[in-house]
């Protein structure tokens, strides 16, 4: 009898140091994280004045990180953060800088320039087109050629909506994504102040 109360005693602190490993282990939610919850979180409502820069502004202010950036290259280029993808027209494609579009996360933050896309098939044909435009990354497909939004201010609806994006289809302007920064670490990401 003696005996089997020795296992049993023995049993607890291990279930115990499981039960401590199991919560530790418990994945941190990033910024990237949040700003899409966020976004999620107001799908169908109109954050702030409904223009599409106000959705990513709150979304990374909720989240704890780091506004608007000075403009780059000019002004009303926005800057989210760190860049981490610029795409641009090439000839019969499209070229990345800075980047893999494969490593983009749900999170990242799009600035629109002039961007005109084009593309489909023979049962369909699509056409968008974005002057200057801001939209939160909801999920990458497709080895980061699939991108799908979540965004405000669309052709005059100013809810949070979803949208899709297919980085090969794009004709003209150019498309840059940043990744946030937590407030206070622009240093490290080599922002300066």
Not at 19 to 34: E, F, H, M, R
Not at 127 to 147: C, E, K, L, R
Not at 168 to 188: M, S
């Amino acid at each position: 009898m003696m005996r089997g109360y020795v296992r049993a005693s023995a049993v607890l602190p291990i279930l115990l140091l499981c039960a401590a490993a199991a919560t530790s282990t418990q994945p941190v939610q990033g910024l990237g994280d949040k700003v899409v919850a966020f976004c999620r979180a107001h799908r169908g409502e109109i954050v702030g004045n409904g223009e599409c820069a106000v959705l990513a502004q709150k979304a990374l202010k909720d989240a704890g990180a780091k506004g608007r950036l000075p403009d780059n290259p000019e002004k009303g280029d926005y800057v989210w953060g760190e860049l981490v993808l610029a795409v641009e027209p090439s000839d019969g494609g499209v070229k990345f800088e800075n980047g893999k579009a494969r490593n983009l996360k749900p999170g990242d933050i799009i600035q629109y320039r002039d961007a005109h896309f084009a593309g489909g098939n023979r049962k369909r044909h699509y056409v968008m087109t974005a002057g200057h435009h801001t939209a939160v990354v909801n999920a990458v497909a497709d080895f980061g050629m699939t991108i799908h939004v979540l965004q405000q201010n669309v052709g005059g609806d100013k809810t949070v909506r979803e949208g899709v994006i297919h980085l090969e289809d794009l004709k003209t302007g150019w498309l840059r994504f940043y990744r946030p920064i937590a407030r206070g670490n622009e240093q490290e990401a080599g922002l300066g102040s």
